[in-house]
RNA sequence: GGAGGAGUGGCCGAGUGGUUUAAGGCGACGGUCUUGAAAACCGUUGAACCGUAAGGUUCCGGGGGUUCGAAUCCCUCCUCCUCCGCCA
């Protein structure tokens, strides 16, 4: 949600946004809704304040006649209320409609494109292997090994779904955990939280109405299998006025991810790239609203991420994302890509925006700084890693002549001091 | 799943149709006093919106209704508590 105040003072500020995103929706149109309904609620007040008055001495009148005249002149007042309640019940859901989809412009420095063709890679790590034998994909040398099982995994829950076993489940727990460790060593609060949760959170987060076709529903119940932790970590505080001296809220949470890939049908089909479920470890920052500061922490979230793939020893390449790839929630984005041989080039592993204070007005999160003023907060979130997609670059670069695979050092921790997966 | 009970400001808590402008207390902040602090006393202490301002409007869990008038009465949803059942 933005700022309509905003978009009263610099509309062309949003015209632009919506140009350089693609989307978006009609602003003069929305400008023109919004003055209307401010007439109205301003031609409601003064009723509100007649009806107020009246009520008032009615309850002193002793004059049977005088009393009957002012229930008379309260029966007209609520007559013109209801005119102009009605236009407004018919405006509003128009307004609203309108604002939602508003997309947030942008970071003076995003590059702008139309599409991912316009996004701009900041920097590599890392060396692409050359192997000296014909590698494997992960679904050849996972199913050799015996650790991952496509074929039952899609028997018991249909296409995109699979099944990690012996070493390969202990693999995806093993990265999990040790992101999960490096978080908290940042000092990063840990947090379990709901993956089924209430409309609020995803219309809160931005995750509706967009991305509605993407999110499992449980309709029994009214709720919603999330996609991302990002949902319930950012929600965690919504409806909050939190102090300035408790932010930065820096949380990590590891969670089980749903998703519907509607509309991805046919793309991503092969292996653990694309699938229904997964697990992630996600980071997210909830700061206040200045930004310098909020630029800062991206940049650290960004790092921290960058900082587990150099642990796993894992070439990637950083991009930021251009205006027509980002999303309209987004201010500034960065996205990590991690080689993968199977797919013959970077895929993204990782995605860290700045959202600014798009989440926080939906979310309704705001904090108190010393004067007592109360703000928006601004919030942002990074993948520390997701997994299996993570696997594939990890088994697929790990991977040895004879099928096997090599477990990185780092990894060697969490899976009893293994070396080596084989086959047996 | 069944049966009851309850949601009022940062917290506790009064308020069963109109002098409520939500009492009172606690906490917090400011001041007086003090070398400093405590105590005591005095004051301040929610959010959103409209308005240059004065001021006004909305909000007593959410939504709807009754009424000239609702924190108060009715409906509905949500949340929490107690007991029973089931359960990792």
Known sequence: MIDIKKLRETPELYKTACQQKGCGVDVDELLRLDARQLQLKRELQEIATEKNQTGKAIAKMKDADQRDQAIERMAQLKNQEKALTDEVA???????????????????DAPVGPDESGNVEVRRWGKVREFDFEPKDHITLGTNLGIVDMERGVKMSGARNYLLKGDGALLHQAVLRLAHEQ?????FEPLTVPVLTREETFLGTGWFPEGRSQVYEVPRDELFLVGTAEVPVTSLHMNEILDEADLPKKYVAQSLCFRREAGAAGKDTYGLYRIHQFEKVEQVIVCKNDLDEAEKWHQHILQNSEELMQMLELPYRVLEICTGDMGMAKYRMYDIETYMPSRQGYCETHSASNLLDFQTRRLNLRYRDEDRKVHYCISMNNTVVASPRILIPLMELYQEADGTITIPVALRPYMQGKEKITAH
Do not use: T, Y
């Open 90 to 108: 018919q405006l509003e859901p128009q307004l609203h409609e309108l604002l939602l989809n508003m997309p947030l412009p942008v970071h003076p």
């Open 183 to 187: 978080m908290v060593a940042k000092g």
